[in-house]
């Protein structure tokens, strides 16, 4: 069964541009997160989508936004970007069918957006 | 307070020994509870996930949870060289009609098995 996967692997863009990162989940899931992980600190929280719609979203400003397409891939889309956005963006996927307490997410490889 | 608190380490253990890697949590409400191993510069990859206060047992991993405590262990018995990496406890809370909120990730406890 294939994981989760992201495209493109490495990004490198300059200040003010905009960054757009994919995401494709595990067949059959359903749910998808984003989080980011930036040098030194710890996996910060971004959006998490089901079924096409926005269900939650972290601390961060709504120049990072993004979508879920009817296939349940996803986008990221990260605006204006600043310097502070270089990270490790990783996305996680779940069924949402899981256990009493909740539901398993599983990450894909990343995408390390550099902003220069 | 952090909602999820881990020791940074390094923690160094010696081969074959048992490693034991502890997390707290604030959230009384919090259902869910996740280890994931990261590799250097390698995305999360889970090893084990509880529900339930008490021990679960996967190979060479056993994961404890006491929620009066509010406290979550893993433990790796028979450690080897390849178990070297930083260890992630995530606590979930489940909210109803939608399930899956969001993990809440601790900072990590970087583990180092010494052969």
């Known amino acids: 069964e294939a994981g989760v996967t992201q495209s493109p692997t490495h990004l490198i863009k300059t200040r003010g541009q905009q960054a757009t990162l994919r995401c494709s989940p595990i067949s059959g899931h359903t749910s998808v997160y984003w989080y980011q992980q930036a040098l030194g600190l710890g996996l910060q929280f971004l959006l998490w989508?089901?079924?096409?719609?926005?269900?939650n979203r972290g601390n961060f400003p709504p120049r990072f936004s993004g979508r879920q397409f009817p296939n349940y891939s996803s986008e990221l889309n990260v605006n204006a970007l600043e310097l502070e956005d270089s990270a490790l963006y990783l996305c996680?996927?779940?069924?949402?069918?899981?256990?009493?307490?909740?539901?398993?997410?599983?990450f894909g490889p990343g995408t390390r957006l550099t902003v220069t | 307070q952090k909602e999820v608190e881990q020791n940074s380490g390094p923690l160094s253990v010696p081969e074959g020994a048992i490693a034991s890697l502890n997390c707290t949590y604030s959230?009384?409400?919090?259902?869910?509870f996740f280890w994931y191993r990261q590799y250097s510069g390698k995305s999360p990859e889970l090893i084990m996930f509880i529900y339930s206060n008490g021990d679960k047992e996967d190979g060479r991993f056993t994961a404890q949870l006491n929620k009066a405590s509010q406290y979550v262990s893993l433990l790796i018995r028979d450690s080897q060289p390849s178990d070297s990496a930083t260890y992630l406890c995530?606590?979930?809370?489940?909210?109803?009609?939608?399930?899956?909120?969001?993990?809440?990730f601790g900072t990590g406890t970087r583990l180092t098995i010494i052969p």
């Open positions: 989508y089901d079924e096409g719609e926005e269900r």
């Open positions: 995530a606590v979930n809370k489940v909210i109803s009609n939608f399930g899956n909120e969001k993990l809440t």
């Open positions: 996680a996927s779940s069924s949402g069918v899981g256990g009493p307490g909740g539901y398993e997410q599983y």
């Open positions: 959230d009384r409400g919090s259902q869910s």
